[in-house]
Nanobody, 130 residues
Framework: QVQLAESGGGSVQAGGSVRLSCVAS????????MAWFRQAPGKEREVVAS??????????DDSVTGRFTISISQDDLKNTAYLQMNSLKPDDTAMYYC?????????????????????WGQGTQVTVSS
């Protein structure tokens, strides 16, 4: 199985920065695409960014382009996906979830749909105050 553990959420003022981390462990071959989703109260879950672990090709949603970046570090035992969030706005307030799946590189960055992901973290809350 694959385990995902997120960290780095919290409260920040508008204009500030937060970096989220997601450590993926277990069955490397089952998780070559990692992504960040978010869900705000009363809204649908949406993809924020994704990255393919082999090619390191990435996708960043238009709503956060220029402010958020996704990156990855890897070793033999685990992958860690980072979401660097800068110039945060109150609209960025949401629960942020890390997800992983084994998927074609093109699907990973096309952008991917939440329904395509097999593994999910518990979520980490990001609250941006004005």
């Amino acid at each position: 199985q694959v385990q995902l553990a997120e960290s780095g959420g919290g409260s920040v003022q508008a204009g500030g920065s937060v970096r989220l981390s997601c450590v993926a462990s277990g069955y490397t071959y089952m998780r070559n695409c990692m992504a960040w989703f978010r869900q705000a109260p009363g809204k649908e879950r949406e993809v924020v960014a994704s990255i393919h672990t082999n090619t390191e090709r990435s996708y960043v949603d238009d709503s956060v382009t220029g402010r958020f970046t996704i990156s990855i570090s890897q070793d033999d035992l685990k992958n860690t996906a980072y979401l660097q969030m800068n110039s945060l706005k109150p609209d960025d307030t949401a629960m942020y979830y890390c997800a992983a799946v084994r998927i074609h590189p093109g699907r990973c960055t096309s952008p991917p749909r939440g329904s395509e992901f097999d593994y999910w973290g518990q979520g980490t809350q990001v609250t941006v105050s004005s």
